[in-house]
């Protein structure tokens, strides 16, 4: 920027877009907090040319993005939008574990081969250039799915509503129906013995760069076989072998995350509530509510310090096994307890961590490769300490053993993060939780 009295009045002439061979100019326009003819002050300016860029790399469609300011005079200035879109076209194998996490697979299931899916999806990122996503979907192995979604984040002019439909159908020959010492509890079979059928849409409402509103209403259907209904007959609320309900959910999103898959800057706050049962099936009746804050504060040039917390709440006499929560299941979980889950009607957990940047940059790849998108590898790699602790409430009924109920537990721990192509995280961590167990863990999420 040149050195200009931040009180300066600006405006804004022509705003240029290059290097968007398939997005459109509108969903670039829509995240700048300025418009051609407007007049702000310097500072101000100035202020959006930072967050604006982050607000373009959040929009996960660019590989690199640049704002550049282009003084005409004092009072006068264009702007150079230059942008590198991500390869957009995903055509991908499935290879994955169908467990709650690689230590669940690893050690409670003894690195069992036949609880791998596998299949192939198709993603498309950027559909019509709207930054509407398509994802189709079919799987085999420990589960079979067949999915398809597809989701638009503005359907009208003013770009401030969009929508989302997802339609899913999964059928199962090992299903797990209680869990004892905290350890899930699984019955097998060599026919089918649970088949899910679910389909939603959701409108979603962005007032503002950093406020959404998300309003949704899906459909369930799930059948087990009398082999899992006589080992629980909790499964679903009612003593039944079928379950059906519709569902209702508000969700309101705040983020103002610099980088969302792996932020070092800025808050979030999500609160939802989601009723189970409309009245139309008798099958459920239950509401859910969650509540999540989080924090990220930069302490000098490289160190960070991330802190969350959150609390879920189920209101609801009985609750159904198929619709339980708790650490364990995404997205609560407390580290040092990969092994296990805690469930119950009522979770509140603090997660802290220290993360220190050690190495960060690009490695050249192919530079003839035809695909410009893969001719270079970011990388960052962060050093972190950090700290977890949560409370679960009363167990479910159908449990055993529950130990780590109604106390609160938590953990300390080392690691290092990598982040790199197309917002991947690796998290490497050990830590030891409060009974003095210790153990190395390897997950694919960013912790905070």
Do not use: C
């Amino acid at each position: 920027m040149p050195d200009i009295d931040p009180e300066t009045d600006v405006t804004i002439g022509k705003i240029y877009i290059i290097g968007n061979k398939k997005t459109r100019n509108s969903i670039i326009l829509r995240e700048l907090n300025f418009e051609e003819g407007q007049t702000l002050k310097m500072k101000d300016f100035a202020e959006s040319v930072e967050l604006d860029k982050q607000k373009l790399i959040n929009t996960r469609l660019f590989q690199t993005v640049e704002l550049v300011p282009l003084f005409l005079s004092p009072n006068n200035v264009e702007v150079l939008v230059r942008v590198q879109e991500r390869w957009y076209v995903f055509p991908a194998p499935i290879f994955k574990l169908s467990d709650r996490n690689f230590t669940e697979w690893w050690v409670n299931q003894n690195r069992d081969f036949s609880r791998v899916n596998y299949g192939a999806q198709l993603y498309h990122l950027n559909f019509s250039g709207r930054n509407d996503r398509l994802v189709l979907k079919a799987q085999f192995g420990f589960t079979k799915q067949y999915a398809f979604q597809y989701s638009i984040p503005y359907i009208n002019k003013a770009q401030t509503t969009g929508l989302n439909i997802s339609t899913s159908f999964a059928t199962n020959k090992a299903v797990s129906y209680a869990s004892d010492g905290h350890r899930l509890q699984f019955v097998e079979s060599e026919n089918t013995i649970r088949r899910l059928f679910s389909t939603s849409g959701t409108l979603t409402f962005r007032p503002s760069f950093y406020n959404r509103h998300s309003f949704s209403l899906g459909y369930s259907r799930t059948s087990i076989a009398d082999t899992v209904h006589q080992l629980n007959n909790d499964y679903f609320q009612v003593d039944a072998n079928l379950q059906e309900y519709f569902a209702f959910s508000y969700t309101y999103n705040h983020d103002n995350r610099d980088y969302v898959a792996y932020p070092l800057k800025g808050n979030k706050f999500t609160g939802s509530v989601n009723q189970l049962g409309l009245g139309i099936f008798d099958d459920i009746n239950m509401l859910t509510t969650r509540v999540e804050f989080s924090t990220y504060t930069p302490i000098g040039q490289k160190l960070s310090w991330a802190n969350s917390i959150d609390v879920y709440k189920t209101f609801t006499d009985e609750i159904p096994y198929l619709v339980r929560a708790g650490f364990g299941y995404s997205p609560n979980f407390i580290r040092g307890y990969e092994r296990y889950v805690v469930e119950s009607d009522f979770l509140t957990s603090y997660r802290t961590s220290m993360r220190f940047q050690i190495l960060k940059g690009m490695k050249q790849l192919n530079r003839r490769s035809m695909i410009e998108q893969f001719r270079a590898l970011p990388y960052a790699f962060y050093l972190k300490v950090f700290m977890d602790t949560g409370y679960a409430g009363d167990p479910l009924e159908s449990n055993s053993n529950n130990f780590y109920n109604n106390k609160w537990i938590g953990s300390v721990g080392v690691g290092v993060d990598l982040v790199t192509l197309y917002d991947f995280v690796v998290r490497f961590e050990y830590s030891m939780n409060r009974e003095g167990d210790t153990g190395f863990f390897v997950n694919f999420r960013s912790a905070l």
